[in-house]
């Protein structure tokens, strides 16, 4: 009886440890898919293509081509900052062709860069949650401006919510982004 005891034991541990096995190999592959997802999107060559957390890219602007690449690596949706007169094609008409979701928030010069545009970015963030959005100026530096905004709402801290903003892609709207936290006090 107690040789059976041990065998069964035995089968369950290894049976056990069989499935934590495969569990984990199940996980790998998932990292390794996610991985390989940004590295191909990465690969597209967008201008100063950034990842952050939930499937969130920010950049400057894409190209024709690089918007059909990104819709075939997996972008679902498109929140361009752009205004309208700083393109000469349609892009609304081509990201909505590729079956990817467009939003335009045109942020056109410096009194756009305010806290009612950063409420209204990290809305059209929070909407998309967990399905891949690239969000776009030219060169991303807007985002990053209104990024550092919504970071100082959340936090309070001016250095971090500057730095935030800089791993969005912040540099010349700098001082404007301080102009209007200093205003919030």
């Given amino acids: 009886m107690k ?15 069989n499935a934590t096995f495969a569990v984990s190999n199940e996980q790998a592959s998932v990292g390794l898919s996610v991985q390989a997802n940004f590295h191909a999107i990465d690969n597209v060559g967008v201008a100063n293509l950034t990842p952050h957390a939930g499937h969130v890219y920010s950049a400057g602007q894409p190209s024709i081509d690089q918007f059909k690449a990104l819709a075939h690596e997996g972008i679902k949706h498109v929140i361009n ?10 892009e609304k008409a081509l990201v909505n062709s590729l079956n990817m979701d467009y939003v335009a928030l045109p942020i056109t010069g410096a009194k756009d860069i305010n806290v009612k545009n950063a409420r209204l970015l990290t809305q059209f963030l929070a909407q998309r949650k967990g399905e891949a959005v690239l969000v776009h100026c030219a060169s991303s ?3 990053g401006a209104l990024m550092a905004i919504a970071a100082y709402e959340r936090s309070q801290d001016i250095e971090a919510s500057i730095a935030e903003g800089k791993s969005w892609g912040l540099k010349s709207l700098e001082p404007v982004v301080r102009n209007v936290i200093s205003n919030l006090d």
Avoid at 6 to 13: A, F, K
Avoid at 83 to 88: L, P, T
């Fill in 3 to 17: 040789f059976i005891k041990q065998c069964c034991t035995s089968l369950l541990l290894l049976s056990l440890s």
């Fill in 81 to 90: 900052l752009r205004g309208q007169s700083e393109q000469d094609w349609d």
């Fill in 141 to 143: 530096n807007r985002v």
